[in-house]
């Protein structure tokens, strides 16, 4: 149903559908026939992914059936030395089921992002998330908030693929320059909390997903990896574009992530 969803939205959705189509041609060199595969399969994937999070609360009793975790133990060590994590992910998959999977094995995750123009919405995202354990925190990085989080050897989930206008980092994603927030990354350096890489994707694209979550980034020589900025948003965004050029169907393609340094986008 939900992906019958997401291609009624696509037929009615003309500019928005031939811009992500040109976006998906010029970023990954692709086909225009394999830009349209792409872009179709993007509308299907997250129609499904709306009614997998509204069914969220019911499903979160019995998750571990729709989700499979692999390398949750490096979230575990990362708490052990008491001062939280960042779990550094992407608008890629189903990324409320991978804070959800992760409150499922004890682990206390906290989510920014909440705030949308219509209040309502709002709330129901918060509910949706407090069904599966997982406390919304305000759209945005709200600093004293985050700062709590983390002091309390909690897990602040960020998602780090959009467009950061002047506050960001200029560096290369997918191969063309974009603003990238850095802000997560100054808050783990000034904190000492460990980042873990971590993405979750649709298994041959049904409703089984795997999350994976990778050891903690690491700065050059040894050194804090928010140290050096450039690297750290280089390193970030090397990462998530590997995560997109595996699964270019289940990325949000219809958002501008190039807007400040390509316009046409």
Known sequence: MGGGIGRIVEFFSGRR???????????????????????????????????????????????????????????????????????????????????????????????IGTEQRDDRITQTIADLRAGANVKPMGKGLDLRAAIECLRRNEVLAVLLDQDARDAGVMSPFLGHLASTPVGPVKLANKIGSAILPAHITRDDGGTHMTLVIDPPLEGRDGRPFGEDLQYAADKCNEMISGWIRENPEQWMWVYPRWESTLNDF
């Open 17 to 111: 559908v031939l811009k992500a189509r040109s976006r998906v041609t010029r970023i990954l060199g692709s086909s225009e026939k394999r830009s349209r595969e792409i872009i179709s399969g993007v509308y299907r994937h997250f129609g499904m992914a709306l009614v997998e999070f509204i069914r969220l609360p019911k499903i979160y009793p019995e998750l571990e059936k729709f989700v499979t975790v692999r390398g949750e133990e490096h979230i575990f060590k990362a708490l052990e030395r008491g001062k939280g994590a960042i779990f550094l992910s992407a608008h890629i998959g189903c990324w409320e089921y991978g804070a959800a999977a992760c409150s499922k094995l004890g682990i206390p995750m906290n989510a």
